[in-house]
């Protein structure tokens, strides 16, 4: 297994180098750059400065030359510096990326708990009419924006009701330790988890329905039955185990979630997450900040990848790696 592993990640390298590329280039030739976005409209900004700006920042050298610059310092370990918060990119990640991690990770657990519980008894119990209104939740739940839902959210409990606060990660005066301020930070997230968790749960219901009912169909589980073992025995240890194969891979994909933000919802509920500060670097044409972090995004994917094929051999004995 480890060397397995091992030779995964020496064959991620090429595809890490690839993504790289098409990531510095998509965002060094778009249109405009951080001092048009800065100075664009300052008419005390002549041209002569703006080009003088520019070659301070390095930005009018040539493409080839500023991407091995730019490889060169992250094969160094530093991502560049972030134009907008005049500090290193991996400090800005490190300061914004954890509070995403809190939301993701809460809403990962909330969601797949309840998916899988509302899944497995909606493949039980087909065609009946919790079935029926499982499929009609999980519908109208894809089908709502993550706009419209976070504003309807604030809009009922928060300003309405009053029972959440309309935004931010903490209250102001709060002391920022000891059980009063997780306390204070689970309130303020309390909005935000739930607008998540609905839009994500329809979906992922859907996959454990779906791969549920493939399964109980099987030969083995009506031999399961037939020798007399209970439900739960059957469904949770023969037919769960089986189920769960096709959604290791989905699984694996969403860890990378963790760390990417929910840019609308956090914009909604001013979350102060990576995900807000991107698309504040997006429209501050911080491309620093951004091109660092949507390779971090990148490798995380493909260290999702290799998990997923490590977790199929966890799950099925079947799978061997070699």
């Given at each position: 297994?480890?060397?397995?592993?091992?030779?995964?990640?020496?064959?991620?390298?090429?595809?890490?180098?690839?993504?790289?590329?098409?990531?510095?280039?998509?965002?060094?030739?778009?249109?405009?750059?951080?001092?048009?976005?800065?100075?664009?409209?300052?008419?005390k900004?002549?041209?002569?400065?703006?080009?003088?700006?520019?070659?301070?920042?390095?930005?009018?050298?040539?493409?080839?030359e500023r991407?091995?610059?730019w490889?060169?310092?992250?094969?160094?370990?530093?991502?560049?510096?972030?134009?907008?918060?005049?500090?290193?990119?991996?400090?800005?990640?490190?300061?914004?990326?954890?509070?995403?991690?809190?939301?993701?990770?809460?809403?990962l657990?909330?969601?797949?708990?309840?998916?899988?519980?509302?899944?497995?008894?909606?493949?039980?119990?087909?065609?009946?009419?919790?079935?029926?209104?499982?499929?009609?939740?999980v519908?109208?739940?894809?089908?709502?924006?993550?706009?419209f839902?976070?504003?309807?959210?604030?809009?009922?409990?928060?300003?309405d009701?009053?029972?959440?606060?309309?935004?931010?990660?903490?209250?102001?005066?709060?002391?920022?330790?000891?059980?009063?301020?997780?306390?204070?930070?689970?309130?303020?997230?309390?909005?935000?988890?739930?607008t998540?968790?609905?839009?994500?749960?329809?979906?992922?219901?859907?996959?454990?329905?779906t791969?549920?009912?493939?399964v109980?169909?099987q030969?083995?589980?009506?031999?399961?039955?037939?020798?007399?073992?209970?439900?739960?025995?059957?469904?949770?240890?023969?037919?769960?185990?089986?189920?769960?194969?096709?959604?290791?891979t989905?699984?694996?994909?969403?860890?990378?979630g963790?760390?990417?933000?929910?840019?609308?919802?956090?914009?909604?509920?001013?979350?102060?997450?990576?995900?807000?500060?991107?698309?504040?670097?997006?429209?501050?044409?911080d491309?620093?900040?951004?091109?660092?972090?949507?390779?971090?995004?990148?490798?995380?994917?493909?260290l999702?990848?290799?998990?997923?094929?490590?977790?199929?051999g966890v799950a099925?004995?079947?799978?061997?790696?070699?």
């Amino acid at each position: 297994m480890t060397q397995y592993i091992i030779r995964r990640l020496i064959e991620s390298i090429p595809t890490i180098i690839g993504a790289s590329i098409i990531i510095f280039l998509v965002f060094t030739m778009a249109p405009g750059d951080f001092i048009s976005a800065q100075f664009g409209m300052d008419s005390k900004m002549t041209q002569e400065k703006k080009e003088e700006l520019r070659e301070l920042y390095g930005l009018n050298k040539p493409l080839p030359e500023r991407y091995a610059i730019w490889m060169g310092e992250i094969v160094k370990g530093n991502f560049g510096e972030s134009y907008l918060y005049k500090k290193p990119v991996t400090d800005v990640i490190n300061t914004f990326v954890w509070n995403s991690f809190i939301l993701s990770a809460t809403v990962l657990v909330l969601q797949w708990m309840a998916a899988a519980l509302v899944g497995i008894v909606a493949a039980i119990k087909q065609y009946t009419l919790y079935d029926q209104l499982v499929t009609l939740f999980v519908f109208l739940a894809m089908s709502l924006p993550s706009f419209f839902l976070g504003l309807l959210l604030l809009k009922l409990f928060a300003v309405d009701y009053r029972i959440f606060p309309l935004g931010g990660m903490s209250s102001t005066g709060i002391p920022h330790e000891g059980w009063a301020y997780i306390k204070d930070v689970m309130w303020h997230m309390a909005l935000p988890v739930i607008t998540l968790t609905m839009l994500s749960i329809g979906g992922l219901t859907r996959y454990f329905r779906t791969s549920m009912l493939e399964v109980i169909r099987q030969d083995y589980v009506r031999t399961a039955y037939a020798k007399g073992l209970k439900d739960h025995v059957v469904i949770f240890k023969h037919a769960l185990r089986n189920a769960l194969l096709p959604l290791i891979t989905l699984f694996a994909l969403e860890l990378p979630g963790l760390f990417s933000g929910a840019i609308i919802t956090e914009r909604i509920f001013n979350w102060p997450g990576i995900g807000k500060v991107t698309l504040d670097a997006i429209f501050q044409r911080d491309y620093p900040l951004v091109m660092g972090f949507t390779l971090f995004i990148s490798v995380l994917t493909i260290l999702g990848n290799i998990l997923a094929d490590v977790l199929y051999g966890v799950a099925d004995p079947r799978v061997r790696h070699r």
